[in-house]
């Protein structure tokens, strides 16, 4: 494999310091930039113990930038490089609810200054991290083809970032990847999503909320998709194509299922069923015949090794470890 250099955004995210580690770990020159912003929702002690096991995991210490800057989008490392993966962006829906013109701003705007120094700095490849959510309602099996009906701004927003993308491929030659993920979870996430929430809710014996007995998500280990983004990055075959990198099993589970298995691996916690939220598409199983074809993507972590290994990570982890049990 030809070795390339490689710009990150978001590098000290929860998925882009485990792309970094992949990338380096093939030999290739990664750069990499990360606001290290809290969103308005992690705790300032959370923030710092995840920049540290973050940049200790990856071997990797992110320059700081603000992607929203025009200064620093030039500064992102593209001079020279062959490849941008830009994983800079508000983590998920009820995020940008709350500030949807802060979101806006990181969002667009700053993919629109990326883009443009990416023209500038003569970059091959944009590879974009998009959502499953911009495909709204789904069932299982939907391809990378299925007509997109995104509910909600941050679906919206990523789905505008995919048009945007391909837009300086028509119009600049820019070749790009679109990367649709679903449902990651893993060591070293923030505590506010699903299986987080219900991996600490577990370990506490405190109740799990399942906001939809029957939803069903495509729970997807970050050691997997971020393999997958790595693959797809540098493949021949990826050019000017869309994917879904997800686990994609046939044992995808609901949420009362993935509540059981937590508790259930923790040994403690309990469960509490209502209606579902709303704010969110029903979703169900991606089909990823496309990654496992281009580029022989192969996802290896069921949710019982996944949520083994993310419940001894809480354990284990100091900082959480006096979250938890006070010691």
């Not at 993966?85 to 998920?92: G, M, V």
């Not at 499953?132 to 679906?155: H, K, L, R, W």
């Not at 505008?160 to 679903?182: M, N």
């Amino acid at each position: 494999m030809q070795t390339k250099n490689i710009s990150v955004t978001g590098s000290c995210g929860f998925i882009g310091h485990n792309v970094v580690r992949i990338l380096s770990e093939q030999g290739h020159t990664v750069h990499g930039a990360d606001s290290h912003t809290s969103y308005g929702f992690i705790p300032d002690a959370e923030l710092a113990y995840l920049k540290e096991s973050r940049e200790t995991a990856s071997g990797y210490k992110s320059w700081q930038a603000d992607i929203v800057s025009p200064y620093t989008a030039n500064g992102v490392a593209m001079d020279g490089s062959d490849v941008v993966i830009h994983l800079a962006s508000f983590p998920r829906q009820k995020v940008v609810n709350d500030n949807p013109i802060e979101a806006s701003r990181t969002m667009i705007t700053g993919l629109i200054h990326l883009l443009e120094s990416a023209v500038r700095y003569q970059v091959k490849r944009f590879v974009y991290i998009s959502s499953s959510m911009v495909y709204g309602n789904f069932a299982d099996g939907v391809t990378e083809d299925a007509v997109c009906d995104p509910q909600g701004q941050y679906a919206i927003m990523k789905y505008a970032g995919e048009k945007l993308v391909e837009d300086y491929y028509r119009r600049h030659g820019l070749e790009y990847v679109i990367i649709r993920p679903s449902a990651v979870y893993g060591e070293r996430d923030v505590n506010d999503r699903v299986a987080s929430k219900f991996a600490i809710s577990a370990l506490k014996g405190g109740d799990l909320l399942v906001r939809g007995a029957n939803e069903r998500l495509d729970f997807t280990h970050v050691d997997d998709t971020a393999m997958g983004i790595a693959q797809a990055a540098v493949s021949t075959n990826s050019a000017n194509k869309i994917y879904n990198l997800t686990r994609s099993n046939q044992h995808t589970l609901t949420l009362l299922e993935a509540a059981e298995l937590m508790t259930k691996l923790a040994g403690s916690g309990t469960i509490k069923v209502e209606d579902r939220d709303m704010n969110f598409p029903s979703r169900g199983r991606l089909s990823i015949d496309r990654a496992r074809q281009d580029f022989e993507y192969d996802p290896k972590i069921d949710a019982d090794e996944g949520f083994t290994r993310y419940l001894s990570w809480f354990q284990t982890s100091k900082y959480w470890r006096s979250q938890i049990y006070g010691y």
